[in-house]
């Protein structure tokens, strides 16, 4: 499996971002992809990530600004992200789980938030 992100780049607080990854390979249905970033020094943490059904799952951090979405036929995930704060800026990863044995990323893009 293949995650492949794209869209990140610099912007000014109070900006926005669409993250987009797409998936290909060997996809097993019923998945949940998601988001996670890492800032320097710091641990990697979830954004968000959804269901194949749509069921949502937000970070407290991000909740109210950032929407996540997919896209089932295209195996596509995107996180809209809106109100950028510079404590938002890290290298952004996509993420597709279907249980033990079954966890990829993507390379990672990078979403700087200038103030």
């Known amino acids: 499996v293949q995650l492949q992100a794209s869209g990140g780049g610099l912007v000014q607080a109070g900006g926005s971002l669409r993250l987009s990854c797409a998936a290909s390979g060997r996809i097993i249905s019923a998945n949940v992809m998601g988001w996670y970033r890492q800032a320097p020094g710091k641990q990697r943490e979830l954004v968000a990530t959804i269901t194949t059904g749509g069921s949502t799952n937000y970070a407290d951090s991000v909740k109210g600004r950032f929407a996540i979405s997919r896209d089932n036929a295209k195996n596509t995930v995107y996180l809209q992200m809106n109100s950028l704060k510079p404590e938002d800026t890290a290298v952004y990863y996509c993420?597709?789980?279907?249980?033990?044995?079954?966890?990829?990323w993507g390379q990672g893009t990078q979403v700087t938030v200038s103030s």
């Open positions: 993420n597709i789980d279907r249980g033990p044995g079954y966890r990829y």
